[in-house]
């Protein structure tokens, strides 16, 4: 459970607002993912790094932006082009694998973000 | 991109009872099939993985089949106990295997497993 970390872990906005939530790991990984979880949709990915200063949208990106500035740390802002942005985020880390073996996530404890 | 379903999506068992999770998923590149457990309020966690060289694999009360010709794999849990309820996931990876770095995960939707004392 330790080493990756999320805050706060609830957070309330106003519509139009962009919000930032944060993400920060200690354990060396290299790739760091955030998703976001609806009651009944599972666990839809929004961005993912795999190194420092890069990063990919994955299938929900729109109304997303991130940066990946350090190693350890993975922010996520919620931007008030998020049609739908009340949620559960979760983001997770990983070390970097030989594409095809796969790895296993590390979740963080995830932020509940509520637009009032 | 890869398609990835869960079957049951509600899953309600008495304590002792087996449960069956099944998942299908459409890329045949596909070589590595984990299961997450989601507890109420808490984040998800690997329970078990199985790669594709292997049919099937057993970690005490759960195990992992997997068919790859027919593209799903299953999860078993036998001697089911009231702290088995939770959501579970199953995921297949997914992206440009050419390219090289982590993949990503697609997630199938859960299912949500009750196991009545």
């Known amino acids: 459970d330790g080493g990756i970390t999320q805050s706060p872990k609830y957070l309330f906005r106003k519509e139009g607002q962009n919000v930032t939530l944060s993400c920060e790991q200690n354990?060396?990984?290299?790739?760091m993912y955030w998703y976001r979880q609806d009651p009944g949709q599972g666990l839809r990915l929004i961005y993912y790094?795999?190194?420092?200063?890069?990063?990919q949208k994955g299938d929900i990106a729109e109304g997303y932006s991130v940066s990946r500035e350090k190693k350890e740390s993975f922010p996520l802002t919620v931007t008030s082009a998020q049609k739908n942005p009340t949620a559960f985020y979760l983001c997770?880390?990983?070390?970097?694998?030989?594409?095809?073996?796969?790895?296993?996530?590390?979740f963080g404890p995830g932020t509940r973000l509520t637009v009032l | 991109g890869e398609n990835v379903e869960q079957h049951p999506s509600t899953l309600s068992v008495q304590e002792g009872d087996s449960a069956v999770i099944k998942c299908t998923y459409s890329?045949?590149?596909?070589?590595?099939f984990p299961w997450y457990k989601q507890e109420l309020g808490k984040r998800p966690q690997l329970i078990i993985d199985?790669?594709?060289?292997?049919g099937e694999k057993k970690d005490q009360r759960i195990a992992v089949t997997l068919n790859k010709t027919a593209k799903h794999f299953s999860l078993h849990i036998t001697e089911t106990q009231p702290e088995d309820s939770a959501v579970y996931f199953c995921?297949?990876?997914?992206?440009?295997?050419?390219?090289?770095?982590?993949?990503?995960?697609?997630f199938g939707k859960g299912m949500k497993l009750t196991v009545n004392p």
């Open positions: 995921a297949v990876p997914s992206g440009d295997l050419t390219q090289g770095g982590s993949e990503k995960l697609v």
């Open positions: 890329d045949s590149a596909s070589n590595y």
């Open positions: 790094s795999q190194i420092v200063n890069d990063f």
């Open positions: 997770a880390s990983s070390i970097d694998s030989v594409p095809g073996l796969g790895v296993e996530q590390f």
């Open positions: 199985i790669r594709s060289n292997v």
């Open positions: 354990l060396n990984h290299d790739a």
